[in-house]
């Protein structure tokens, strides 16, 4: 009889002193998201006076209105990528008019800096290629923005061209970090591969 309760005595020892620890919780995670390896493929279409390489998981679409009117010029290309659930909104401009080409620099930065109110941070990464003629900025906007990466490029005397990265769900990087990560991989790589025609 000592000896059973001499067991249960070291057993209720045991567990009070296993129910002592303070308790940790566990973070908070994602889903693990699988990508596909980067690959590209030359996108030319009739309307656009410029090539660049996409992504061959991707698919593009013109689009030929913007508020229910016809674009200024027709190369308007939406990147799809329907596995990030994403698209890259590319904009051509003719700028050989010298007033037409400060405005669509000033528009570009104004589109920018209209997120610094949900933006944590906003960095401004200068683009020289001048074997191709390809100059500019690619943005990075910090934080809950609704797009969290754009840039412009031009040749300074008549192409412009524009894109942004939008995610069609609610902004929340840390969400759509990895997704953004990898697609501006892509969007360097159509920045990188632009040519003027």
Same mark, same amino acid.
């Given at each position: 009889?000592?000896?059973?309760?001499?067991?249960?005595?070291?057993?209720?020892?045991?567990?009070?002193?296993? &129910?002592?620890?303070?308790?940790?919780?566990?973070?908070?995670?994602?889903?693990?998201?699988?990508?596909?390896?980067?690959? /590209?493929?030359?996108?030319? %279409?009739?309307? &656009?006076? &410029? =090539?660049? *390489?996409?992504?061959?998981?991707?698919?593009?679409?013109?689009?030929?209105?913007?508020?229910?009117?016809?674009?200024?010029?027709?190369?308007?290309? %939406?990147?799809?990528?329907?596995?990030?659930?994403?698209?890259?909104?590319?904009?051509?401009?003719?700028?050989?008019?010298?007033?037409?080409?400060?405005?669509?620099?000033?528009?570009?930065?104004?589109? =920018?800096?209209?997120?610094?109110?949900?933006? #944590?941070?906003?960095?401004?990464?200068?683009?020289?290629?001048? *074997?191709?003629?390809?100059?500019?900025?690619?943005? #990075?906007?910090?934080?809950?923005?609704? =797009?969290?990466?754009?840039?412009?490029?031009? #040749?300074?005397?008549?192409? /412009?061209?524009?894109?942004?990265?939008?995610?069609?769900?609610?902004?929340?990087?840390?969400?759509?970090?990895?997704?953004? *990560?990898?697609?501006?991989?892509?969007?360097?790589?159509?920045? *990188?591969? =632009?040519?003027?025609?």
């Amino acid at each position: 009889m000592n000896h059973r309760v001499s067991v249960i005595g070291i057993i209720l020892i045991f567990i009070a002193i296993s &129910c002592k620890e303070d308790y940790i919780p566990k973070p908070s995670g994602y889903f693990h998201i699988d990508v596909p390896d980067h690959s /590209y493929r030359v996108y030319k %279409n009739d309307v &656009c006076p &410029c =090539t660049f *390489e996409i992504p061959t998981y991707a698919q593009v679409e013109r689009e030929e209105h913007f508020f229910d009117e016809k674009p200024e010029h027709p190369c308007w290309l %939406n990147i799809n990528f329907p596995y990030f659930n994403a698209t890259i909104f590319i904009s051509y401009r003719d700028v050989s008019n010298r007033k037409n080409f400060e405005k669509v620099i000033s528009d570009s930065y104004k589109l =920018t800096y209209k997120h610094s109110q949900k933006a #944590d941070f906003i960095d401004e990464e200068p683009i020289e290629i001048p *074997e191709h003629h390809v100059f500019g900025y690619q943005f #990075d906007v910090g934080g809950d923005a609704a =797009t969290s990466s754009q840039f412009f490029i031009t #040749d300074s005397t008549k192409h /412009y061209l524009r894109g942004a990265i939008y995610f069609k769900s609610a902004p929340n990087i840390d969400s759509v970090l990895p997704a953004l *990560e990898f697609l501006k991989v892509d969007m360097k790589h159509i920045i *990188e591969t =632009t040519r003027w025609e």
